[in-house]
């Protein structure tokens, strides 16, 4: 059973700032990791995804990755109250068996004017 | 490009009733995946089918089911509605390949009086 585990927040930086959102996943054979974005009462939206060590960048998010330490985290440099919302990671295996997404609990963000 | 589409937006039912929701692809997407949504839960997957057939469900009673046509639309019906089952309900589709990218729609929101 995989599991994924995010810090509920709220995680509160000021406009401007840099955000940093952390992930951990129990299961070792995980390979697809996703950020989604979900504004109150909306769906989520993807930000990132990443599939290999190391960072990748798209504009102001950077989403990195750990996976000898089972880790993931994305980055949000220059915070804006927009980029307020619910974090999502999610994960999910190249078992053409299981391809759902398991899905942390998220992390509330609030960026500060 | 048009993306998922969701009937209805929102879903009025009385305990013991059933509810079909209703689920269009993004074109040239042929699998579809509906997770559910309870107010302060986290997403559970539900139900995923691609090609027309349902290839894994998550921990979910039978009372939830679907169906995937030959349009690659797909279609979610819950029996013998709980009170619990008051949600938002996520479709999302993707291209079929492992690990690949999930992309959802508005969601639709049941509530169960």
């Known amino acids: 059973q995989k599991e994924v585990e995010q810090n509920s927040g709220p995680l509160s930086v000021p406009e401007g700032a840099i955000a940093s959102l952390n992930c951990t996943y129990s299961d070792r054979v995980s390979q697809s990791f996703f950020w989604y974005r979900q504004y109150s009462g909306k769906s989520p939206e993807l930000i990132m995804s990443i599939y290999s060590n190391g960072d990748k960048e798209d504009g102001r998010f950077t989403a990195q990755l750990n996976k000898a330490s089972q880790y993931v985290s994305l980055l949000i440099r220059d915070s804006q109250p927009s980029d307020s919302a619910t974090y999502l990671c999610?994960?999910?295996?190249?078992?053409?068996?299981?391809?759902?997404?398991?899905f942390g609990s998220g992390t509330r963000l609030q960026v500060q004017p | 490009e048009a993306g998922v589409t969701q009937s209805p937006t929102h879903l009025i039912k009385t305990r013991g009733q059933q509810a079909t929701l209703r689920c269009s692809p993004i074109?040239?997407?042929?699998?579809v995946y509906w997770y559910q949504q309870a107010l302060g839960l986290g997403l559970q997957f539900l139900l995923w089918?691609?090609?027309?057939?349902?290839?894994n469900r998550g921990n979910f009673p039978p009372r939830f089911s679907g169906r995937q046509f030959p349009n690659y639309s797909s279609e979610l019906n819950v029996n013998a509605l709980e009170l619990e089952d008051s949600a938002l309900y996520l479709c999302?589709?993707?291209?079929?390949?492992?690990?690949?990218?999930?992309?959802f729609g508005p969601g639709t929101r049941l509530l169960v009086l």
């Open positions: 089918y691609d090609e027309g057939e349902e290839r």
């Open positions: 074109s040239g997407h042929t699998s």
């Open positions: 999302a589709s993707a291209t079929g390949t492992a690990g690949e990218t999930q992309y």
């Open positions: 999610a994960v999910t295996d190249m078992d053409t068996g299981r391809r759902a997404l398991t």
